[in-house]
């Protein structure tokens, strides 16, 4: 009994050693046992209701949405998911179990994505890691396995998931608790994380999501700022600024496309697309795919400058010139060829210049320059490619040495 005594003792006095080895204020740390899955070698492309139409969601909306990125040549040219934003979500069942708004989506959210498939598309829907959403639709916190195993059985595969109402939670460990549960919903579900860019998320997304939003919410304008949102060029400047980390499964998003929406020009829009293919950004469509205009379309499914966008290396542009209103991105792509942009933010037409030693080529070196809006081929031109450049647009080019 005393030997049994002592040896209790002695164990005791041994966790009180390894108690005080842990310091007291020691975060939990949360282990992601299972790899991420590579749901995005290429940046995601799809359309996303927000932009357009912000909480005016419904059933019927989304399926015509799905019926035109399958009839329009979106889907032909790599669009695949639609991804419903914020409001579809209502209340939470006595079991905690997430409800979608009855009256906006009265045939439920199972129907919807299997309707989505159907198309030969995949279906993407919202959360938050706070206690509301944005839009002060119930969170995920608390509920991140319960709704990732929901969002599974209704066949769900991409989650955007945002930061609002989330109090002092820990960036990196409330998105790690949403990636550990939807690597173990038993489903393949792209993690779209949407924290601004405010908890350095550069440091730690790459290995919990597939894409991580860098900048505040963009809204349709060339240039501007209104709460929360900003112009394009905006948000442009603010990416040019940071170190571009991203590459294949892990992309930097600049936030969705306004392409379509009406507030900028069709040159504005033509820059908008050819910048965000050049930052190999997420290619997520906000407008009213029901109701296109031949320029958007043409836009939205330029297939050279969507083929830059998913180029396999992964690696985004710099911006290599900033002389006032002008601007030159270089990117280099897979193979030894390159993509550039020659920028005019200017109010009136600029003669640009891409020199070679911005790609790092000899002067000496014949390369054949492909214009990917006006599909014009200049073969073996050396030293520069000259381009005159219209106020607000841009000239996008990709350049292929010659062996
Ligand atoms: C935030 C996000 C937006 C959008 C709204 C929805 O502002 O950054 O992209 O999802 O919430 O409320």
Same mark, same amino acid.
């Given at each position: 009994m005393q030997h049994l005594f002592r040896r209790a003792l002695r164990a005791i006095a041994l966790v009180g050693v390894i108690a005080a080895a842990v +310091?007291?204020? $020691?975060h939990e740390t949360l282990k992601l046992?299972?790899?991420? +899955?590579?749901? $995005?070698?290429t940046p995601p492309m799809g359309w996303n209701?927000?932009?357009?139409f912000k909480c005016d969601v419904s059933e019927d909306m989304i399926r015509k949405q799905a019926d035109a990125m399958a009839a329009s040549g979106m889907k032909d040219a790599g669009y695949q998911y639609i991804v419903i934003d914020d409001c579809w979500q209502k209340s939470r069942d006595a079991d905690g179990n997430i409800q979608a708004d009855p009256e906006r989506f009265p045939s439920g959210i199972k129907a919807l994505a299997d309707y989505v498939h159907s198309k030969g598309l995949k279906f993407g829907l919202y959360s938050d890691?706070?206690?509301?959403?944005?839009?002060?639709r119930p969170g995920s916190a608390g509920h991140e396995f319960q709704d990732a195993r929901q969002y599974a059985k209704w066949g769900v595969d991409y989650l955007k998931y945002d930061w609002c109402h989330?109090?002092?939670?820990n960036a990196e460990a409330a998105y790690t608790i949403m990636a550990k549960a939807l690597r173990e919903s038993g489903r393949d579900i792209v993690l779209s994380i949407c924290e601004?860019?405010?908890?350095?998320?550069?440091r730690w997304a790459p290995k919990v999501g597939h894409l991580w939003r860098t900048t505040g919410d963009i809204y349709d304008a060339w240039e501007g700022k209104k709460d929360w949102s900003m112009g394009m060029t905006n948000i442009l400047d603010l990416v040019a600024e940071r170190e571009q980390v991203a590459g294949p499964n892990a992309w930097a998003d600049p936030d969705m496309l306004e392409i379509g929406?009406?507030?900028?020009t069709t040159t504005e829009y033509e820059s908008h697309f050819s910048l965000w293919a050049m930052l190999a950004a997420p290619l997520i469509a906000g407008n009213d795919l029901s109701r296109m205009d031949a320029d958007t379309l043409r836009i939205l499914t330029n297939k050279d400058v969507i083929a830059v966008d998913q180029d396999p290396l992964g690696k985004p542009a710099r911006r290599t010139l900033k002389e006032g209103d002008l601007e030159v991105w270089v990117r280099p792509l897979q193979g030894g060829e390159f993509a550039a942009v020659l920028f005019n933010r200017g109010k009136t037409p600029a003669d640009m210049k891409l020199a070679w030693d911005r790609l790092?080529?000899?002067?000496t070196q014949k390369a054949d320059v492909k214009?990917?809006?006006?599909?014009k081929l200049t073969k073996g031109v050396s030293g520069s490619y000259a381009a005159k450049v219209a106020p607000h647009g841009v000239v996008m080019v990709r350049v292929t040495p010659q062996r």
């Open positions: +310091p007291a204020q $020691a046992d299972a790899p991420k +899955p590579n749901l $995005a070698p209701s927000w932009n357009k890691a706070g206690s509301l959403t944005c839009g002060g989330t109090g002092t939670r601004w860019g405010i908890n350095q998320p550069e929406n009406g507030n900028m790092g080529l000899p002067a214009d990917l809006w006006s599909k």
